[in-house]
């Protein structure tokens, strides 16, 4: 309206709408930069920015978090509602769901109150045609005095109608869609679909998706559906990333080929040993001590890269296809029990690919008490795929059974640390609401997209932190440092523990980032698993120290995100519970394990 009354050409467009309707895909079709896409709600939780033109000049666009209304309380959605107090000169698209027009509508009734100029975007129009709905957007269109484009976001479609309508964007005309209270506005939006919604039943949502999610959600049924779903991922991570790839990474590229090749050059041009140790490690052994190129890049790329691609390609899968809501669902009941509820779990799962991302994700959930407790979780015992990377080649390596001990180990410490933690931390929990999307075949293109964007990512926050800590072992192991920690830490890893000594310094790299200290315990143990040389004892060692690693304080990043998130005290906080717990459990599970196992 401001912009109007002005007469000011607007400067930004921003795209609101309830969750998972598609606005992240229309702002990546609008302006060519690549949003996160994923079908459940609460994908985007901070606002991206891009641009596209329009007729000479470009325009901003602002892609923000779904918001089921402007009054909500969780952190995600104030971000939206802010951004349209804070821009004054733009033009709100709202992105509707055309197979849900009715809650789209809710919305579009807030929208028309606080007088923004508007147009809407019609999306998933193919979904809404399968599903029988027929919608007069002309009719809608002239009845509000907003202009109106039909789209179908992931095929691009309708895309010029949007650019005009955006350009003829207008406040809803006065005395629609005003009513004062919700059951007013409810009375509104019913009046007005009733004029421009026809449902046939003729179209209807094909069969196998609607009978494959009456099983998903099943109190019963669900669990197996579960259980497969996790051995495909594990089949999928464990043989393809962690066996196959690993092993030809490792042995074959980096063992066979670079490593003898670096040598030999090196050789021939630095006769000093010393460069040469640096670089290579002594007597260039593939993941040999604390060689720049032997173990940081060897551990990185070798041991990590391949498990985490493999992981990163699973999970964009799963993400697309509308399966994590459904295990939200499922989860419910089970975490009630520890004072949150079903949507908590989509933070988790997302602590399965980065703990960073996750902590920001929390940002869904509704009251402080469970977005402290889900932080708390994910810094606790929630590894992230680089870790889960190795700690899937470690357990891949151990008998079932003491992969099993492992599980449950983790899976206890979560229930009591959220159990204790429930009962401690004040406040409240609220209510489980979440839309499930339809379960979709996922896009190739989007997966690939979300997959590559990953394994950048994880490149470039992870090499560099494996190449520092290379660095400083070396240096410490120069200076005879390294001796003097291992001996401070031995009390903790060899008494207490019952860890071989050199573990400890995979330990010290576990300050930089867990899955660093996870592949230093990998390459001391996965020879042995290799040659069938693991004995009972050792199987105990593995899984006494990747519970430690694991439930290890959370990596530099998560740490800043937590801090960042939750405040300097929480974060420290945090710190200083994990530090006995990590150890503690060790120990526990070391004693258990000998009289048990
Ligand atoms: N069939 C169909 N699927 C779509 C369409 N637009 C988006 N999708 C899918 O819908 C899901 C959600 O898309 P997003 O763009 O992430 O939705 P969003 O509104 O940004 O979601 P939040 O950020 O979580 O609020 C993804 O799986 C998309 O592939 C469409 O027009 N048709
Ligand atoms: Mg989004």
């Not at 602002?62 to 909500?72: C, E, H, N, Q, V």
């Not at 059951?183 to 069969?207: F, H, I």
């Not at 720049?292 to 993400?319: D, K, N, Q, T």
């Not at 430690?548 to 710190?575: D, H, N, Q």
Request: hydrophobic share 55%; net charge positive; with cysteine.
């Amino acid at each position: 309206m401001e912009a109007a009354d002005r007469g000011l050409q607007p400067d930004t467009v921003i795209l609101v709408g309830n969750p998972n309707v598609g606005k992240s895909a229309l702002f990546g079709a609008l302006t060519g930069t690549y949003a996160t896409v994923s079908n459940y709600p609460g994908t985007t939780v901070a606002v991206t920015r891009g641009r596209m033109r329009s007729g000479l000049s470009t325009l901003a666009v602002l892609d923000t978090p779904g918001t089921s209304s402007l009054a909500s309380t969780s952190e995600d959605e104030a971000v939206t509602r802010d951004i349209l107090r804070a821009e004054k000169n733009a033009v709100v698209v709202q992105v509707l769901d055309a197979k849900n027009l009715r809650r789209g509508l809710l919305l579009t009734a807030e929208l028309a109150q606080a007088g923004v100029p508007l147009a809407l975007a019609l999306n998933m129009s193919d979904e809404a045609r399968e599903r029988g709905y027929s919608i007069d957007a002309p009719l809608l269109s002239c009845l509000l005095g907003v202009p109106i484009a039909q789209t179908i976001a992931v095929q691009r479609e309708g895309m010029q109608q949007l650019r005009e309508a955006i350009a003829h964007a207008q406040p809803v005309r006065p005395f629609v869609l005003k009513g004062a209270s919700v059951t007013e506005r409810l009375v509104d939006v019913d009046t007005l679909l009733a004029l421009v919604m026809t449902q046939s039943n003729a179209g209807r949502a094909s069969p196998w998706a609607v009978r494959l999610d009456r099983l998903t959600t099943h109190r019963f049924l669900g669990l197996p559906i579960l259980a497969a779903v996790l051995y495909v991922c594990y089949e999928f991570v464990g043989v393809l990333g962690a066996k196959l790839g690993v092993d030809f990474l490792e042995n074959s590229v980096f063992g066979k080929l670079l490593v003898p090749l670096l040598s030999r050059a090196l050789a021939w041009l630095l006769p000093s040993g010393a460069v040469q140790a640096f670089l290579i490690g002594p007597a260039g052994l593939v993941t040999g001590r604390y060689g720049l190129f032997s173990m940081g890049l060897a551990y990185g790329i070798a041991i990590v890269l391949p498990i985490v691609a493999s992981f990163f390609l699973a999970f964009s899968v799963l993400e697309d296809s509308g399966y994590l809501p459904r295990l939200a669902v499922m989860a419910d009941r089970g975490l009630r029990v520890i004072g949150l509820n079903g949507k908590a779990v989509l933070p988790m799962v997302l602590g399965l690919g980065c703990g960073t991302m996750a902590t920001m994700t929390s940002r869904i959930l509704e009251t402080k008490k469970e977005r402290v407790l889900v932080t708390l979780l994910l810094a606790v015992g929630v590894p992230c795929s680089a870790q889960l990377a190795v700690i899937f080649a470690m357990l891949a390596g151990v008998s079932a059974g003491a992969a099993l001990w492992f599980v449950a180990v983790m899976t206890g410490v979560m229930i009591l640390v959220g159990l204790l933690a429930a009962q401690l931390i004040p406040g409240r929990s609220s209510e489980f609401v979440l839309e499930l999307p339809p379960l979709r075949l996922p896009h190739p293109g989007n997966v690939v997209i979300k997959t590559v964007s990953r394994i950048e990512w994880y490149l470039r926050e992870a090499l560099p932190l494996f190449l520092v800590g290379t660095f400083l072992l070396w240096v410490l192991d120069r200076t005879g440092g390294l001796l003097v920690l291992e001996h401070a830490a031995a009390p903790l890893v060899v008494g207490l523990l019952d860890l071989p000594r050199e573990t400890a310094g995979s330990f010290i790299l576990g300050f930089l980032r867990r899955d660093y200290a996870a592949a230093g315990l990998f390459a001391h143990y996965a020879p042995f698993a290799r040659a069938g040389l693991m004995t009972r004892a050792m199987e105990i060692e593995v899984v006494v120290a990747l519970t430690t690693v694991t439930l290890f304080i959370p990596c530099i990043a998560s740490f800043l995100v937590i801090w960042k998130e939750r405040g300097a005290a929480f974060a420290l906080g945090v710190l200083a519970f994990i530090f006995p717990l990590a150890f503690g459990t060790g120990a526990l599970v070391n004693v258990l394990m000998r009289r048990f196992y």
